[in-house]
């Protein structure tokens, strides 16, 4: 029974810190085509998107569909110009905490 107790808590501790380690790791998620649009991002970008966006209403962090979608409109644009027009998006339209 203190094994059961013992590994139960454990697994709320390990839950409770994935939870308040902030945004969830989408990279699973992602489509062939997302994943090298998000490769071709720099590391500070992906970083940003990965972290620092958050939901206007909630400011909690973007969901995963958020950020594939996000990922999705860049793929429109020329892979030397993706890093500075997520700039742009971040700049004018999105919440971030840097």
Known sequence: MKIYTIVVAGALIVAMGVAAGGAEDCTSQLSPDQRQVYSSLSAAN??????????????????????????????????????????????GMLVHTP
Do not use: V, W
């Open 46 to 91: 992906q970083h940003i998107l990965d972290t620092e966006i958050k939901n206007r209403k909630t400011g909690e962090p973007a969901s995963c569909d958020f950020r594939r979608g996000l990922l999705d409109i860049l793929a429109n644009y020329p892979p030397e110009k993706r890093d500075a027009d997520f700039k742009q998006l971040l700049d």
